[in-house]
């Protein structure tokens, strides 16, 4: 009996996030677009090499809690969720989640005393609430919350 040879992959291995088909366009907002001109702004172009892209839609929307965006350090991708991606969200609003999220990549992380991770630091929180229209952008998502759960 002959024996079987593993097959190779036709493509290298990636990072998921790098083997996801996400992209920047959205039908209401340009992801890119809205990154450059904060990066720009907030940030003086220092965030390079970065992606960033509506995440995947999911079959069902979450019960409890919603996680706007997320940053995957690793791999330079920042992804948002698809629902934010509509006529009633605000575009002041998106660049505030764009801008938490980008925020992530400038200021470190810490341990704690209980050896935790702490990514949301006093000076993170304190720059956060830098943001021009923070406590706008905080009352807005309070107030909208529960439009984006089931």
Known sequence: ????????????TLPMQRQLNLRHEGRHFDLRAIFDRMNARHFRGRLRGY?????????????????????QEEDRVIRIHPLLDQPFVPGWFLEYVLYHEMLHSMVPEETDSAGRRRVHTAEFNRREKAFPRYRRARRWEEENLARFLR
């Open 51 to 71: 992606k960033v892209v509506w995440g995947r839609k999911r079959r069902q929307r979450p019960k409890e809690y919603f996680i706007f965006g997320t940053i």
């Open 1 to 12: 009996m002959a024996k079987k040879t593993k097959r190779k992959l036709s493509r290298p």
